[in-house]
């Protein structure tokens, strides 16, 4: 199971980009990377997925080198309501006996 | 609307007072999972059910059972609630079983607090 590692808590102003890098050394050939957002007393909501290369949405964008050892979420132009907690989480949710453990998340703080 | 329901949302009780927390989802996944929000500890998984009647352990299962007698539902059951269990649980589930990689649907939550 693959551990991940993210910065504790970021600061970051109105229309600012954000990036916040996830490490996870020893991800699996099939594990995909899924990124989470969360807000105060609700659940994670998904932001994006992807397994290599780049990923591109309408709200964020993911980075995955070639040796998939790190990722990279980057949030164009934050505004004060992307102020959450980020998670990056590391599996393969087909594969059967699967523990889909969550590292501690990174703090984001959008300011005025 | 696609859904995950945990109900209820509050809840405080009494050490050693059997409890139970419901977790239903409308869009037939397969997967269904709870974890557990600690501050500074992030979310731990306690059990997951990969369908119906498969059940097992997630990271901090001790203290708590769970059954999937229906696809739908997936109830957490504290049988004799501690204060250690204080926390904010959550439910989530996902489809599997395809070669897209599903992400989770969270519910909104359960504080819990055991007095």
């Known amino acids: 199971l693959a551990k991940t590692t993210q910065p504790i808590s970021m600061d970051s102003y109105e229309g600012q980009e954000v990036n916040i890098t996830c490490s996870h050394n020893n991800i699996a050939t099939n594990d995909y990377i899924t990124w989470y957002q969360q807000f105060p007393s609700q659940g994670p909501r998904f932001i994006i997925q992807?397994?290599?290369t780049k990923v591109t949405n309408e709200v964020a964008s993911l980075f995955i080198p070639a040796d998939r050892k790190s990722s990279t979420l980057s949030l164009p132009r934050v505004s004060l309501s992307d102020t959450a907690v980020y998670y990056c989480l590391v599996g393969d949710m087909r594969a059967a006996g699967n523990k889909l453990t969550f590292g501690g998340g990174t703090r984001v703080l959008v300011k005025p | 609307e696609a859904q995950v329901t945990q109900n209820p949302r509050y809840l405080i009780t009494v050490t050693g007072k059997k409890l139970t927390v419901t977790c239903s989802q409308n869009m037939n996944h397969e997967y269904m999972s709870w974890y557990r929000q600690d501050p500074g500890l992030g979310l731990r998984q306690i059990y997951y059910?990969?369908?119906?009647?498969?059940?097992d352990k997630g990271d901090v299962p001790e203290g708590y059972k769970v059954s999937r007698k229906e696809k739908r539902n997936f109830p957490l059951i504290l049988e004799s609630p501690s204060p250690n269990q204080t926390s904010l649980y959550f439910c989530?589930?996902?489809?599997?079983?395809?070669?897209?990689?599903?992400?989770?649907?969270f519910g909104n939550g359960t504080r819990l607090t055991v007095t």
């Open positions: 992807g397994y290599k």
């Open positions: 989530a589930s996902s489809p599997t079983g395809s070669s897209y990689n599903s992400p989770l649907h």
């Open positions: 059910s990969m369908n119906v009647e498969v059940t």
